[in-house]
């Protein structure tokens, strides 16, 4: 499986951002998807992730800021990120969730 992560950069507070990850490899349509993060010093941590039936899930931190969708005609998993915040500043990583594998990921810095 290879996973191409897109959509980094600096942010203001406030800002938004989305995150686009193409997956080649695999049947994208019938795995789950998830976006991971790690913050500077801090261990890597699930954001959201999203199953083949569209199903969401969302850490208690971005809930209500983050929307993780899914474009199976494109193999494009995305990540809508809203009312970014400092501490949301970390590499995101997209993943497929039965897949070991990890692409290289996007920087995301929000600062002011």
């Known amino acids: 499986v290879q996973l191409q992560a897109s959509g980094g950069g600096l942010v203001q507070p406030g800002g938004s951002l989305q995150l686009s990850c193409t997956v080649s490899?695999?049947?994208?349509?019938?795995?789950?998807l998830a976006w991971y993060r790690r913050a500077p010093g801090k261990e890597r941590e699930l954001v959201a992730q999203?199953?083949?039936?569209?199903?969401?899930y969302y850490r208690n931190a971005v809930k209500g800021r983050f929307t993780i969708s899914r474009d199976n005609a494109k193999n494009t998993v995305y990540l809508q990120m809203n009312n970014l915040r400092p501490e949301d500043t970390a590499v995101y990583y997209c993943?497929?969730?039965?897949?070991?594998?990890w692409g290289q990921g996007t920087q995301v810095t929000v600062s002011s």
């Open positions: 993943k497929v969730s039965s897949y070991p594998s």
């Open positions: 999203i199953s083949q039936n569209e199903a969401t």
């Open positions: 490899g695999i049947s994208f349509s019938t795995n789950g």
